[in-house]
Every structure is written in structure tokens, then in C-alpha cells.
């Protein structure tokens, strides 16, 4: 869990590596998420990369310099940046593949031509089924 008291960079890590965030700016996040608070701190090069925490809808600071101790930064209500909906969840939409599915009209029109085609092989002698093969 992150430590709210954590005011410098170097008390920080890195949600995503799990390390000190000791160099460059720092990333945080303090929202309120489906009713409970998330906070996330992030170095900048897992800020710069997709991640998990790309699902929600996330405002992040940018902290160049370590905080002043005792310094508190305020949480981000996401209602002033993003509309709320009442839905959530995935859509996706199923359609089925006829690639594969047999084609009556087609074999109706063909099947003269295919009993034809049958016919003719069916006069050849066995012993020359593999040269047809080929």
C-alpha cells in the first residue's frame, strides 16, 4: 500500500517496478474509483508505458522535485475531467462466420457440373487414380 505521510521521492516506489522512485518526475494519482480511493504513484518510465492502471480514468500529477514535508496534495475528483456513465463493462458484438458454413444455392447450382466431373473420373481405370491426383 502506498504510505499518504511518503513526501519525498526517495520514501515513494514505483507501483509498477517496485522501486525507489530516486530520479526524474514522479507520477501521482489520488482519485476516487467506483466509491473507494486509489492512490498510484508511478515512475516516468512506467507512466510513459500501457499499464493496469490505464483501465480507470486516471489525473495524475507530475512531481518534478520531492514534496516539502508535511505537504499534502488534494484528491482529484474524476467527475471535473470525465463524464460518468450508469454502464460499465465491455461490448462486443458476436457475428457469425459463414466462411464455413455450407452453401446450398451454390451446390444447387453446380451439382450438374459436378455430377459431370464425377462421371468422367469414374471411367477412368484405379491404376491411374495417383496421375490424377497430381
Do not use: W
Amino acid at each position: 500500500m502506498i504510505d499518504e505521510t511518503a513526501t519525498t521521492h526517495n520514501d515513494v516506489e514505483c507501483e509498477i517496478t517496485k522501486k525507489p522512485i530516486d530520479s526524474g518526475a514522479r507520477y501521482f494519482s489520488f482519485s476516487k474509483i467506483n466509491g473507494d480511493e486509489q492512490k498510484v504513484n508511478l515512475c516516468e518510465a512506467e507512466f510513459m508505458k500501457p499499464s493496469i492502471f490505464d483501465i480507470n480514468p486516471l489525473v495524475y500529477y507530475r512531481i518534478k522535485k520531492p514534496l516539502k514535508a508535511g505537504a499534502r496534495l488534494p484528491r482529484l475528483d474524476s467527475i471535473n475531467f470525465f463524464n460518468e456513465s450508469a454502464d460499465h463493462g465491455i461490448d462486443f458484438e458476436v457475428a457469425p462466420s459463414v466462411e464455413y458454413q455450407t452453401n446450398e444455392k451454390l451446390i444447387e447450382v453446380t451439382k450438374q457440373m459436378y455430377d459431370e466431373v464425377v462421371e468422367n473420373v469414374s471411367k477412368f481405370p484405379p491404376e491411374l487414380d495417383p496421375e490424377l491426383l497430381y
